[in-house]
């Protein structure tokens, strides 16, 4: 027969008194067996085959931009488009450039040849969006423009002498060709003399307009217009005049030969001559004190003629 055993009320084995229960019974004082319950986290068995884990990619540093070689610049174009500019001189008497800005006769240009780049803003217009005043993203960028400096007057305020009563009609359509009726070179005369540039022929030269001249204006009045505009000439500028005088005085047969017949004498069409050449090389020496924005020396030539015919004493 097997050995039995038996537990007693605390649960140790007893020979007698004892249930099978064991633990679960009261204890001696009465109470319930505490319940011990252990959490246990769930864990792979040793052993097991499982799925395959990856190891998550690794993230890279923010790149630090780099700083240019020693000596050279850091460029500021982030889009890394090149700029070719190649520079050239402004055609004579100025012009605009791609830029919008006037630029004076023989002044360098940039012709703006920019590869790959968009084109900039018209001048005058905005390049940028928004309306804001300040200076933060939406405020507008306006391109200024220079203008293009008003070209120097050739004409004198007030008016010029009237023509003397009494001229032929050959010398009434001279009169019509190279004056106008408030008694300066007319509209026509002054728009060649601003074509003609410096280097340009004047298109008061030639015999046409001495007999013009002589047929226009008494003698008096020429005489004493010339010794005036005598008195402004330097030393060798009033050398240049008593040459050119002695040059014409002996081809005045041959000048007087080009000459339309307007009934002049040799004395007044003389006294033409030196009042031209006076004006001539008066304007000559004006040119070569020429500064920036200036009249250029044909420029010249019609401004001190107008101002040799003007009624007022007072010439600038």
Same mark, same amino acid.
């Given at each position: /027969?097997?050995?039995?055993?038996?537990?007693?009320?605390?649960?140790?084995?007893?020979?007698?008194?004892?249930?099978?229960?064991?633990?679960?019974?009261?204890?001696?004082?009465? *109470?319930? &067996?505490?319940?011990?319950?252990?959490?246990?986290?769930?864990?792979?068995?040793?052993?097991?085959?499982?799925?395959?884990?990856?190891?998550?990619?690794?993230?890279?540093?923010?790149? !630090?931009?780099?700083?240019?070689?020693?000596?050279?610049?850091?460029?500021?174009?982030?889009?890394?488009?090149?700029?070719?500019?190649?520079?050239?001189?402004?055609?004579?008497?100025?012009?605009?450039?791609?830029?919008?800005?006037?630029?004076?006769?023989?002044?360098?240009?940039?012709?703006? !040849?920019?590869?790959?780049?968009?084109?900039?803003?018209? %001048?005058?217009?905005?390049?940028?969006?928004?309306?804001?005043?300040?200076?933060?993203?939406?405020?507008?960028?306006?391109?200024?423009?220079? !203008?293009?400096?008003?070209?120097?007057?050739?004409?004198?305020?007030?008016?010029?002498?009237?023509?003397? !009563?009494?001229? *032929?009609?050959?010398?009434?359509?001279?009169?019509?060709?190279?004056?106008?009726?408030?008694?300066?070179?007319?509209?026509? /005369?002054?728009?060649?003399?601003?074509?003609?540039?410096?280097?340009?022929?004047?298109?008061?030269?030639?015999?046409?307009?001495?007999?013009?001249?002589?047929?226009?204006?008494?003698?008096?009045? /020429?005489?004493?217009?010339?010794? %005036?505009?005598?008195?402004?000439?330097?030393?060798?500028?009033?050398?240049?005049?008593?040459?050119?005088?002695?040059?014409?005085?002996?081809?005045?047969?041959?000048?007087?030969?080009?000459?339309?017949?307007?009934?002049?004498?040799?004395?007044?069409?003389?006294?033409?001559?030196?009042?031209?050449?006076?004006?001539? *090389?008066?304007?000559?020496?004006?040119?070569?004190?020429?500064? &920036?924005?200036?009249? *250029?020396?044909?420029?010249?030539?019609?401004?001190?003629?107008?101002?040799?015919?003007?009624?007022?004493?007072?010439?600038?």
């Amino acid at each position: /027969m097997a050995r039995r055993y038996t537990r007693d009320n605390r649960g140790r084995f007893a020979s007698v008194g004892a249930t099978a229960r064991g633990g679960r019974l009261r204890t001696a004082a009465g *109470n319930k &067996r505490a319940t011990v319950t252990e959490r246990i986290a769930g864990r792979k068995p040793a052993g097991t085959i499982g799925t395959k884990r990856t190891a998550k990619p690794a993230v890279p540093p923010t790149q !630090k931009s780099t700083r240019a070689p020693r000596g050279e610049a850091k460029p500021r174009n982030k889009t890394g488009k090149k700029v070719d500019i190649q520079l050239r001189r402004a055609k004579p008497g100025g012009e605009y450039g791609p830029d919008g800005h006037w630029y004076p006769g023989g002044s360098f240009i940039n012709p703006g !040849k920019y590869v790959g780049a968009k084109p900039a803003a018209g %001048a005058g217009q905005a390049s940028a969006s928004g309306s804001g005043k300040g200076g933060g993203r939406d405020a507008v960028t306006r391109i200024i423009k220079n !203008k293009e400096p008003a070209p120097r007057p050739l004409t004198p305020p007030g008016r010029g002498l009237n023509a003397q !009563k009494g001229m *032929n009609k050959t010398a009434q359509k001279l009169n019509q060709e190279f004056f106008s009726s408030s008694g300066f070179l007319n509209g026509n /005369m002054e728009r060649s003399f601003r074509q003609a540039g410096s280097n340009g022929r004047a298109p008061i030269d030639n015999t046409r307009y001495l007999g013009a001249l002589a047929s226009r204006l008494p003698e008096r009045e /020429m005489r004493s217009r010339t010794a %005036a505009a005598l008195k402004q000439l330097d030393k060798q500028q009033r050398r240049y005049y008593i040459q050119d005088v002695q040059d014409a005085r002996r081809n005045l047969e041959m000048t007087r030969f080009g000459v339309p017949r307007v009934g002049a004498s040799d004395r007044q069409l003389l006294n033409a001559i030196r009042f031209d050449t006076a004006a001539r *090389n008066l304007a000559g020496q004006r040119a070569m004190r020429r500064r &920036r924005g200036a009249r *250029n020396s044909s420029e010249e030539y019609a401004w001190v003629t107008n101002a040799m015919l003007s009624s007022s004493r007072k010439r600038k």
